[in-house]
């Protein structure tokens, strides 16, 4: 009886531990990336100052679709009960991505 218990003791305490690693790996990740936006939003207006307005709208787009992409993702994979169906909406999208990349090219 006393080894079931410890057995289910050192289940919960490893889960415990796993838990408090994923939320400390999140916050040091999320921590790390903050600066990211600010430093391609420099960038992207050094690199094109005289439309620096359009490239701040672009930027703003992209992070307005990639928070929609992700729960037109989930609910593609609910509604088909397949996680196939919702990466290849992912995969979709950054098939356009780079379709648009190579197609729109700046011509100088």
């Known amino acids: 009886m006393m080894g079931v218990v410890a057995e289910e003791y050192e289940s ?3 889960y415990l531990e ?6 400390a790996a999140v916050g040091l990740t999320g921590f790390a990336m903050a600066c990211v936006f600010a430093t391609f939003y420099a960038v ?3 690199a094109v100052p005289e439309k620096a ?8 787009l992209a992070i307005s679709a990639g ?12 509604w088909s009960g397949d996680a196939h169906w ?12 780079l379709w ?4 729109l090219k700046i011509k100088q």
């Not at 796993?18 to 939320?23: K, L």
């Not at 919702?86 to 991505?97: I, R």
């Open 12 to 14: 919960v305490r490893l």
């Open 18 to 23: 796993v838990e408090t690693a994923v939320y």
């Open 44 to 46: 992207a207006t050094k």
């Open 53 to 60: 307005n359009e490239v701040a709208g672009l930027m703003i």
């Open 67 to 78: 928070a929609v992409s992700g729960p037109v993702c989930g609910a593609i994979v609910r």
């Open 86 to 97: 919702g990466m290849l909406f992912v995969a979709l999208c950054v098939g356009y991505m």
């Open 100 to 103: 648009a990349s190579f197609k």
